[in-house]
T-cell receptor
Framework: AQSVTQLGSHVSVSEGALVLLRCNYSSSVPPYLFWYVQYPNQGLQLLLKYTSAATLVKGINGFEAEFKKSETSFHLTKPSAHMRDAAEYFCAVSDFNQAGTALIFGKGTTLSVSS | DTAVSQTPKYLVTQMGNDKSIKCEQNLGHDTMYWYKQDSKKFLKIMFSYNNKELIINETVPNRFSPKSPDKAHLNLHINSLELGDSAVYFC???????????FGSGTRLTVV
């Protein structure tokens, strides 16, 4: 069974500081990996995805993530945080080959940004 | 606009009632999903349909029944609502393997 673990349910940074949100996955087959963002009272928006192409993936809003198979990790980073980045972030994994599977989400990390 | 749209956005109802949530996508996607987000923001898959065929049916009370009249619509009917059904329900669709899901804006269900 696939799963993702997001380390740290809450991360606080200052505006302009580096953002690092951690995600480790467990999968017996090559995975697809995703990061989603959820702003208050809104749906989920796709930030970026890894689908076995380049291991460094660039997404929207200046975010990027690196797939490290040896560490089973897919951490999300942004060089300089903005106030508008404050939101809930979800890492998710999907089975590469199975059409009958769904995205499995981590428990989420709340990012707070202070001025 | 191309999107996944859910109605209603908010739903407040009494215990024991029956209610439905509707979802429509005009993206041409073949696969649609229902997810439940609980009060701790944990997202859990409930159902998935591919071209009107049920392909995922997680351990969900049988009071919950999805219906897909065509591949652009996936509705969720809930019978005999309970307090524990209070949550945000998200509909989503996907173009194919390796593509991200497009989510609706959610339906906040409150059972009183």
């Amino acid at each position: 069974a696939q799963s993702v673990t997001q380390l740290g349910s809450h991360v606080s940074v200052s505006e302009g500081a580096l953002v690092l949100l951690r995600c480790n996955y467990s999968s017996s087959v090559p995975p697809y990996l995703f990061w989603y963002v959820q702003y208050p009272n809104q749906g989920l928006q796709l930030l970026l995805k890894y689908t076995s192409a380049a291991t460094l993936v660039k997404g929207i809003n200046g975010f990027e993530a690196e797939f490290k198979k040896s560490e089973t990790s897919f951490h999300l980073t942004k060089p300089s945080a903005h106030m508008r980045d404050a939101a809930e972030y979800f890492c998710a994994v999907s089975d590469f080959n199975q059409a009958g599977t769904a995205l499995i989400f981590g428990k989420g990390t709340t990012l707070s940004v202070s001025s | 606009d191309t999107a996944v749209s859910q109605t209603p956005k908010y739903l407040v109802t009494q215990m024991g009632n029956d209610k439905s949530i509707k979802c429509e996508q005009n993206l041409g996607h073949d696969t649609m999903y229902w997810y439940k987000q609980d009060s701790k923001k944990f997202l859990k898959i409930m159902f998935s349909y591919n071209n009107k065929e049920l392909i995922i049916n997680e351990t969900v009370p049988n009071r919950f029944s999805p219906k897909s009249p065509d591949k652009a619509h996936l509705n969720l009917h809930i019978n005999s609502l309970e307090l524990g059904d209070s949550a945000v329900y998200f509909c989503a669709s996907r173009q194919g393997m390796g593509y991200g899901y497009t989510f609706g804006s959610g339906t906040r269900l409150t059972v009183v």
